[in-house]
């Protein structure tokens, strides 16, 4: 949707917050969910790593830098819109399944574990020894991985007991966010639904896996619907923020599902294909209840719809890796490279699991691969290799999700990797075999938080009806098709073979 000028806004406003992987951003919405131009303010967050394969933030750092960008873009709205203009509510968006525990007084007593921390590997698989995968996976629509709230919550019981024991809470950052700023906090069922604790359909916590991981409940905050907002911003805040001392602020929303919102993915006739850091494919749709199909996650966008997906730790973090680490030229030279090279014509296969394996298989010990090397390789070719990997696991996960949900009218592109890589977005076209629309939303996951809560304020009667701008359509190459469903053959038997056949030592 086209941005509007601070004067010509139409109340009421909305301050979108989306804490992410690689920033924070926060921007000013109108009414109709166009952006207010000139408000946009972010910030890279510091993601720590290592080798064990940690993937943390200190929550502390990642609060200023959040209260950072709010002051930027509450400054940037005041020049915009002018002086005595006040925002109506605050939309916050932030990763799913990270978490951190915090004591009594809401300070921090472990760092924000990244649903990319994978050092819970063996807790996964002592869950999945005493527990039915399947019969979780049905009600919780998470399997027993690492990425999820249980394993590693096992994990911190023997990595940091002493952490573990002065924790009161465990929470999102978004509910650590509303501590912090508010007089309180709940756990918007979104936020939940990403944990592996939440019973999807009934919208509570899981009996069953509260009992295996001796949790009580009181250390969960209680779930809310989506709408239920608070307007209680302490003292200081309002001062610091006079633009938003009577704000409503909504609970936080998951990543994926603000953004399927944002592009207009949200009825089963559009299917999102998400590439950010990591790689998604999405359906969103309103009911009551669903049957959760294994191979495949379901979490809630709120409590009247469900998203349903498959997800993997790779995907633009699988590029930039490559580009940095083959020494590649410019963008637009490696873009113009990839285009013109044939689907397949390296003779290479890559199991692109550089940040270890979520769905479809699941695998708690996968490992990146390149097989197929000679002296006559070249760096462009590993980079097109890897990135048609990538396309290639879409297509197995397309295969999943219409396997139980019928062939969606169009795929939306999402994703600052995809949007940025034509070449990239024409593999993930020729690999499924059927069209896909390019999202012309340039901040889908603000925009999908701030419809939200307009569809509460009832600005927006419902988020189904909203327009949502494209901007072309990739068609497949029935040749590079064909190529790419023999190398998908050849992919699945080294997955097979260097995957699940080697067991951890």
Known sequence: ???????????????????????????LYDGRARSVRGTAAAAETPLETNADGAATFDPEKLLALTLGVIDEAVQ????????????????????????????????????????????????????????????????????????????????L????????AKTKRWVSFGEFLHLRLLERAVCGVSMASGTGLLHQNDQRWDTEMLV??????????????????????????????????????????????VSNVGSGCVTQERMAMMVGTSAAMRVAWRGERTAIPWGAWCYRVDENRFVLGCADSNGGNLFAWLRDTLRLPSTRAAEQQLAEMAADA??????????????????????????GLSQATEPIQILRAGLEAVSLRFALMYG??????????????????????????????????????????????????ALLVLERLGAVENVETMPTALRGTYEPDADAHKRLAAAQTRHRRFYQRLVVEEQPE
């Open 76 to 155: 940037a709205a005041s020049t915009e819109a002018g002086d005595g203009f006040k925002i109506e509510a605050v939309a916050i968006a932030t990763f799913w399944h990270s978490f951190l525990g915090i004591d009594a007084d809401n300070r921090p007593t472990t760092p924000l574990l990244l649903w990319a921390d994978s050092r819970a590997r063996a807790e996964m698989l002592d869950l999945r020894v005493r527990l039915d995968e399947h019969a979780i996976h049905a009600r919780t629509g998470c399997l027993l991985h690492w990425s999820y709230w249980p394993a590693k919550l096992l994990w």
């Open 212 to 257: 295996t991981l001796d949790l009580e409940p009181e250390r969960m905050l209680p779930i809310a619907n989506q709408g239920d907002a608070f307007d209680s911003l302490r003292a200081e805040y309002r001062t610091r923020w006079p633009a938003l001392a009577g704000a409503r602020w909504f609970p936080a929303v998951g990543d994926g599902a």
């Open 346 to 371: 390296h003779g290479l296969t890559v199991l692109p699991f550089i940040a270890g394996e979520r769905g479809p298989g699941y695998a708690a010990h996968a490992r990146a691969a390149i097989l």
């Open 157 to 164: 019981q023997q990595a940091d007991p002493d952490a573990y």
């Open 400 to 449: 999943i999700l219409t396997s139980v949900l019928p062939a969606p009218e169009q795929v939306i592109a999402t994703g600052g990797a995809l949007q940025k890589s034509p070449a990239w977005a024409q593999m993930m076209a020729d690999a499924l075999g059927r069209p896909v629309v390019a999202s012309g939303e340039r901040e889908g996951s603000s925009r999908g938080a």
């Open 1 to 27: 949707m086209p941005s509007v000028t601070g004067k010509n806004a139409q109340a009421p406003l909305v301050l979108a917050i989306d804490v992410g992987t690689t920033s924070v951003r926060a921007e």
